[in-house]
């Protein structure tokens, strides 16, 4: 296969009615390319988790539906696949890993069950051959005791081990792509840092390509290679992640770093950005940063700024970026 794993193109995503959509997600672009760690980042209400749903086709319907735009992978359209054909492509060549774990798992299936069914949905093996996969599976997400854990129940295990678990499910397949949406959510920082560990040591054992989803630049810097920085259904930057921790070029994306706790800062309080992020249906026609941005020109009122290049492989949409000012005087 020549070209990215996952291509995102122009992707759209609006709920409500036909006559007065709202819309959460407004023309995202991105890639993945085969093996590689993509993580998308932004605050709660950005458009994160709808675009994982869409990539999944996964956008309830009604109140939502894909609008435009298209996604690609592994070279196929997968808006143009019928319906039916999706679950083939759910957890054999893409797996998901839910926010939620406390929620996520039935509560009345044992681990091992809701691992195999997972297998017994894609692969035609025996149920002894399905057994092995979920306690080789298990056992390489660090659940002790394999054997003995295959037969317990959620509420058995604590929120680590259900995270590990819901891993295992996503793996068991060995997908091309794995889509981890806030999997340290609700997790203390220990376990999140073994939760990270996992996921890396996964990638370089299978090859597998993760597009994890966060609102904790901490997290994003522990896995991914590139980074995607949403805000209010949009991106406003993009580029991989030495350049954006370095060189951040969107206001946003340095307020979301000098959000983040520093050991050696004296501050006495954390830096915040004023306001918070609009309602989908609360958007203007300008940047929906305008209203908090400390940056802002007259012109982010009214126009919102073009995607433009600002180095190697580093794009932002900020009309405070040079070549999206000579844009905008054109």
């Given amino acids: 296969m020549t070209g990215p794993l996952l291509e995102v193109e122009a992707l759209s995503v609006a709920f409500g009615p036909k006559l007065n959509p709202v819309r959460a997600v407004d023309a995202v672009s991105f890639t993945v390319n085969a093996g590689e760690a993509v993580g998308i980042v932004g605050e709660s209400g950005s458009g994160k988790s709808v675009t994982s749903l869409a990539i999944l086709r996964l956008v ?59 297998v017994m949905l894609h692969e035609r093996i025996s149920a002894r051959r399905r057994r092995a ?44 792509l794995v889509i981890a949406d806030e999997p340290t959510t609700a997790l203390d920082v220990t376990i999140q840092a073994q939760v990270l560990a996992l996921m890396n040591r996964i990638r370089s054992t299978f090859g597998t390509a993760i597009l994890i989803i966060s609102h904790d630049f ?28 370095r060189h951040p070029a969107h206001p946003y994306t340095r307020g979301l770093l000098q959000s983040i706790p520093r050991l050696e800062d004296d501050r006495r309080r954390l830096y915040q950005i004023p306001g918070s992020v609009p309602a989908p249906g609360a958007r203007s026609a300008g940047c929906p940063f305008c209203p908090r941005c400390p940056d802002r020109l007259p012109i982010c009122a009214n126009a919102m700024p073009p995607m433009a290049e600002v180095g190697p492989s580093h794009h932002t949409a900020c009309w405070t970026n040079p070549g999206a000012s000579v844009a905008g005087a054109q």
């Fill in 218 to 245: 901490g997290v994003i810097a522990e896995v991914a290679d590139r980074v995607v920085v949403m805000y209010a259904g949009r991106i406003v930057e993009q580029g991989d992640v030495r350049s954006i921790f």
């Fill in 60 to 118: 309830p319907d009604p109140p939502g539906r894909i609008v435009g735009g298209r996604i690609r992978f592994a070279g196929a359209d997968l808006l143009s696949l019928p319906p039916a054909r999706m679950p083939e492509i759910r957890g054999r060549d893409i797996g998901m890993i839910f926010q939620e774990p406390m929620s996520s798992l039935n509560p009345v299936m044992t681990i091992g069950d809701q691992i195999t069914e997972a």
């Fill in 133 to 176: 996969l979920a306690l080789e599976m298990l056992d390489l997400v660090g659940i002790p005791n394999p054997a003995e854990r295959f037969l317990s129940y959620p509420h058995q295990f604590s929120g680590g081990m259900r995270q590990r678990v819901m891993i295992a499910m996503a793996l068991v397949c060995r997908p091309k």
